[in-house]
């Protein structure tokens, strides 16, 4: 009883807490928060809108997943973001190149990608273990070098060739065949509901990150790896004393958070159909936040990745409407991040106390249990 | 016990992400949307009914549905606009502020509603703002090429709404066929401002040398800028000597954010005599009128930069007035006229999709007199405008031809 009071009060608090603040930001900047809420309440309702909220979703959990396997032994890949793009890069051209039967094409897609997430962040992984580079400098450089450099570069080696004339829709690598591209999932959508409308197509890449999500639950939890992995992050002396090797446990968490940005780019993949001019940049570093709500846990970054999503996609709809300025989104979002740290620190100071006060009380009744016995005895 | 059972409380919360799709959305369907009940109650008494709907699955439920709403729009207001900005939206001193002048000289002369938005930063959901403001608006614009894909896709989805991209062709250049039967393509014909700013240069130029500074090159469209120019140069002297440099080559779109790399180049241009620079580099254009000033000030004689898009002469005076004596003038693109244009073609109902391209004769490009530096040859600028629009002269769109 007393357990679960604990653990819903401070996702409850934070959510009332953040309602509140977000309520009176609104207000302060002259918009209608009711109507504001309405707003966003009434477009959530919409199918297809849902579906632009799953799709949005999906990549911020995949990079949830990314950032939260290093911090689980406190290693801060803070390089989801050049990971992931280098990833999409190289297995956009790698999938371009290529034709094969649909199932074994996707697949060598997702491989290619996790490969080059997992050396890409391996990097920061080796720089660390042999040279004891912080991975928090490292891969912030490996970021600004994948997007400044490595891309740019590759981007205008690996441009598709170009007709006479031509607009900008032509620019990027060579478009990848159908048989690459991972299917929507419309179908399996409209089994529970109705047909999707004005053209909207859920992402196939949403089981894969179900599925990543549950691999990551097992591996935390049922392995060997996942228990150095946890054990490392809690205590790396006690871990190391244990007889888990450092640094092999450095450079695998790191390929391994590194395997998942990869599959980021998988996502954006599907739906450019190659690697265009323009990619979603950024991605990377909402993973962090989406993780750091979600308490790293695969069930709490599903929630904060739809919430993150739904504020996303509500921007929209209020920007359009004129209700309020689209960049409510962003500030609820940074909102609900700060209470959410602000409640956890509160509750498990609550909590301590509480289990203090417990232990004390169990203490004394036991030492005055002893004590009677002893003076019976007497 | 407790693991397994976590494990399976994992999974619910991952088929959450499906639930939450599916839950509400029936109740939604069922309350939301009268043609929808209706149809489930055509459904129900179908076998009574003896008229044709005998078929009426979700499918026809949507259509009835989309033209519900249309029919919607077209009942309660003339022309209404909802305009998708680029990244950034107003305030940039550029393309997103001249497109909002468009849409607010629409609204006071037309007395055409608008409804404006502008993407998410990542620029994840112009796809998302483009439907949206279908849902509620007869016409689109979408302000950016970037627009160009994500616009053919929604206009399919949306064929009662008409879609307006600017600085896109929306054509298949191979058929020469409109990308979409309710979609334009708004273009300009920046070959001709170009050539009257070349003009201008070889006007101005004391030592028979200018220059030309474009954002990024072979696309396509940085190309048009530069072939304008050296023809409107050559117009006046045909001995001039041209130089032309390009900061990036696509797909590298970086050549419009970096003044640095344009400061470099027009500096060097400067020091081997040119005393005019044309720039076609965006942002990264005041790179090179710094360099005009810091080139000035050394050498105590006065060199020139010529500015794109809008009125730099004003643009940059907002933001460092001591580089406003260098802008020579500025080739103007009417991102304003072309969406007040096609606006107002919306309300007479002469909409028409493909490509429309805003030239001289339209004043769609032209340029700018502030400063007044470029007075003493108005007569003869007019009157290479006048050739222009008579069609006397033909401007190139590809270097030398």
């Known amino acids: ?378 | 016990m407790k693991k397994p059972l976590r494990l399976l409380l994992a999974l619910l919360a991952a088929l959450a992400l499906l639930a939450t799709a599916c839950g509400s959305d029936s109740v939604s369907d069922a309350v939301d949307s009268a043609s929808d009940a209706a149809s489930d109650a055509v459904d129900a008494v179908d076998d009574a009914m003896d008229d044709d709907e005998d078929a009426m699955d979700d499918e026809d439920a949507m259509a009835d549905d989309e033209d519900a709403m249309a029919d919607d729009a077209m009942a309660d207001s003339d022309t209404s606009v909802g305009l998708v900005y680029d990244i950034g939206g107003r305030g940039d001193l550029s393309f997103n502020d001249s497109a909002a002048a468009g849409l607010e000289r629409a609204d006071a002369e037309l007395g055409i509603p608008f409804g404006e938005a502008s993407p998410n930063d990542d620029g994840s959901n112009r796809a998302e703002l483009l439907q949206l403001a279908a849902d509620s608006n007869d016409i689109v614009v979408g302000v950016g090429f970037l627009f160009a894909g994500d616009a053919v896709a929604v206009a399919a989805e949306n064929p009662d709404t008409n879609f307006a991209v600017i600085d896109d062709a929306m054509i298949d250049f191979g058929t020469g066929e409109p990308l979409a039967s309710n979609a334009a393509g708004l273009t300009f014909a920046e070959e001709q401002g170009s050539f009257l700013v070349g003009a201008a240069a070889a006007l101005k130029s004391e030592t028979g040398q200018i220059g030309f500074i474009g954002g990024v090159c072979c696309f396509g469209l940085i190309e048009k800028f530069e072939a304008g120019f050296i023809a409107g140069a050559q117009a006046v002297n045909p001995d001039i000597e041209i130089v032309s440099e390009y900061i990036t080559e696509a797909p590298d779109f970086d050549g419009f954010n970096q003044p640095d790399r344009a400061q470099v180049i027009a500096t060097t241009m400067y020091e081997d005599g040119a005393d005019v620079i044309y720039h076609a580099a965006g942002g990264a254009g005041n790179g090179m009128f710094q360099a005009a000033k810091d080139f000035s000030e050394d050498n105590g004689s006065k060199v020139w930069g010529i500015g794109v898009d809008s009125d730099q002469y004003e643009t940059i005076g907002s933001v460092d007035p001591s580089l406003q004596e260098y802008v020579l003038t500025s080739m103007l693109k009417r991102v304003d006229v072309a969406v007040f244009e096609i606006l107002k073609a919306q309300q007479n109902g002469t909409f028409s999709a493909g490509n429309t391209v805003y030239d001289l004769s339209v004043d769609g490009v032209g340029y700018s007199t502030s400063g007044g530096y470029v007075d003493d040859i108005a007569d003869q600028l007019e009157a290479f405008k006048a050739s222009i629009v008579a069609g006397d002269i033909t401007v190139p769109t590809v270097p030398g031809e």
């Open chain 1, 1 to 378: 009883m007393r357990r679960i009071a604990f653990s819903l009060a401070a996702p409850v608090g934070a959510f009332v807490l953040t309602v509140i603040i977000s309520t009176i930001a609104l207000w302060i900047f002259g918009s209608d928060p009711f109507e504001a809420y309405g707003d966003m309440l009434g477009h959530a309702r919409k199918l297809e809108t849902q579906v632009d909220i799953l799709n949005r979703a999906t990549p911020f959990y995949l990079s949830a997943v990314a950032a939260a396997i290093g911090f689980r032994m406190n290693l801060f890949n803070i390089g989801v973001e050049g990971q992931y793009l280098i990833a999409f890069l190289v297995a956009a051209q790698v999938g371009g190149l290529i034709s094969l039967p649909t199932v074994l094409h996707i697949l060598i897609i997702m491989i290619v990608a996790m490969i080059t997430g997992a050396l890409y962040a391996g990097i920061a992984g080796v720089l660390k273990t042999t040279r004891g580079v912080n991975e928090v400098v490292s891969t912030i450089m490996l970021n600004a070098i994948a997007v400044g450099g490595l891309i740019a570069w590759l981007q205008r080696e690996w441009q598709a060739p170009l007709p006479e004339q031509f607009s900008s829709s032509d620019l990027g690598t060579n478009p990848i065949d159908d048989s690459g591209l991972m299917p929507t999932i419309n179908g399996l959508l409209e089994i529970f509901t109705r047909e999707v409308g004005q053209g909207k197509e859920l992402t196939g890449m949403l089981l894969i990150a179900v599925l990543v999500g549950i691999g990551y639950h097992v591996l935390l939890n049922r392995t060997r790896f996942g228990f150095d992995l946890r054990a490392s992050g809690i205590n790396p002396f006690a871990a190391r004393a244990g007889g888990v090797p450092p640094k092999r446990m450095v450079v695998a968490a790191m390929m391994l958070s590194g395997a998942v940005a990869g599959l980021i780019g998988v996502v954006e993949l599907a739906d450019r159909g190659k690697f265009p001019p323009d990619p979603i940049q950024g991605l990377g570093f909402a993973g962090i936040a989406v993780a750091l709500l979600g308490r790293n846990h695969p069930g709490g970054m599903v929630f904060s990745a739809l919430l993150f999503a739904f504020l996303d996609v509500s921007s929209g709809v209020l920007d359009t409407t004129g209700v309020a300025s689209r960049e409510i989104a962003t500030i609820m979002q940074g909102i609900v991040l700060l209470t959410a740290v602000v409640a956890y620190g509160v509750a498990s100071r609550v909590k301590e106390r509480d289990e203090a006060r417990t232990a004390a009380e169990a203490l004394a009744a036991d030492a005055s249990a002893s004590t009677e016995t002893v003076g019976a005895s007497a």
